[in-house]
């Protein structure tokens, strides 16, 4: 279950692994979008860290609250909203109790789909995002099933966003947005989320 301290250990690690990892991001979305995506993430989880040491928080959906009003205003781009999306679905699934771990990641999937439109196998985020919620359900998340779908997006065609107007050249690349998303359930997975 997600408890506050959890919740901000997990994201406190995602804007580390963010920070280490912006230039291979940007380097992903240089080739099929327009290299931003690791400074646009960089910039957000930056703001996220620093806006969860300045205040106490009651609650797990306060820290979610606050992670996506960050998010929302400083990643900017197409992520940004979309992130923003998510935090604010699993802000609203957890107002009455933070434990039920898969309807909470869930939330925030709908929440990108909402915005987003993006079905599996469109070469999005929500490629890592779908498979996360349903190994979460079966209890079988683990770092290799994120990398797999992380990879799996290489042999994908885009279907949303800037990469889809490259259509058939965006095959061979792997999506910025699903390989920061998989960061972002690693570092879910080494806060410890999945073992309270
Ligand atoms: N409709 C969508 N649904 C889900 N994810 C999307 C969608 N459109 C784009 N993405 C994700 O966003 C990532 C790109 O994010 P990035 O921060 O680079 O924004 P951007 O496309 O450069 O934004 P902008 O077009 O405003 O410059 C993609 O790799 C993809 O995972
Ligand atoms: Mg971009």
Do not use: C
């Not at 279907?159 to 690693?186: C, N, Q, V």
């Amino acid at each position: 279950m997600f408890t506050v301290e959890n919740t901000i250990k997990w994201l406190t690690i995602f804007a580390q692994k963010i920070d280490e990892n912006k230039a291979y991001l940007s380097n992903l979305d240089q080739a099929i979008g327009d290299g931003d995506h690791g400074t646009n993430m960089a910039r957000g989880t930056a703001a996220m860290k620093t806006a969860l040491t300045e205040k106490p928080f009651d609650t797990v959906q306060d820290v979610f609250k606050t992670a996506a009003m960050t998010l929302l205003s400083k990643i900017g781009g197409a992520s940004g909203p979309l992130y923003g999306s998510a935090f604010i679905g699993m802000a609203k699934q957890s107002a009455d109790t933070a434990s039920d771990l898969p309807a909470i990641i869930q939330a925030g999937l709908e929440g990108i789909q909402k915005r987003g439109k993006a079905e599996a196998g469109d070469k999005t985020m929500v490629d890592v995002w779908l498979p996360v919620v349903d190994a979460l359900k079966h209890k079988a998340l683990s770092k290799e099933l994120i990398q797999s779908k992380v990879q799996s997006t290489e042999a994908m065609k885009a279907k949303k966003g800037r990469a889809s107007y490259l259509g058939d050249r965006s095959t061979g690349h792997i999506d910025p947005g699903a390989s920061s998303s998989g960061l972002l359930f690693e570092s879910m997975i080494e806060g410890g989320v999945l073992n309270e």
